[in-house]
């Protein structure tokens, strides 16, 4: 699932969206359901998804659906994870390249 899938996911449960929804109409205060207080169940639902807890400025920066992905792919757990499949790529690649068996992910 990407961060874009997982986002959606987030703002699906907060705001009871459709499948076909217009994510470029998901913007804060003019998406009816976006008011504050459906802005801190976006927030609850987006730390839950990516297990993490949102900084104050990300927070409040949250203005539009294309922003929270942003900023959702930037936290430290999604660029961790971006890290590990970036050795894992490598080693596989290392392991092929002297023909050993690549090493199994824990």
Do not use: C
């Not at 987006?46 to 936290?75: R, Y």
């Not at 690649?93 to 050993?100: A, E, M, Q, T, W």
């Amino acid at each position: 699932m990407t961060v874009r899938d997982r986002v959606y996911s987030a703002f699906k449960e907060s705001f009871d969206l459709d499948d076909e929804t217009n994510t470029s109409k998901l913007v804060y205060q003019a998406y009816p359901a976006w008011t504050s207080i459906g802005h801190m169940i976006l927030v609850a639902a987006l730390e839950s998804e990516f297990d993490t807890m949102l900084e104050t400025d990300d927070i409040l920066e949250m203005s539009n659906f294309e922003k929270t992905v942003s900023i959702m792919a930037n936290t430290p757990m999604m660029l961790e994870a971006e890290q590990n499949a970036a050795e894992r790529k490598q080693l596989v690649f290392l392991s092929r390249r002297n023909d050993i068996e690549p090493p199994q992910p824990e």
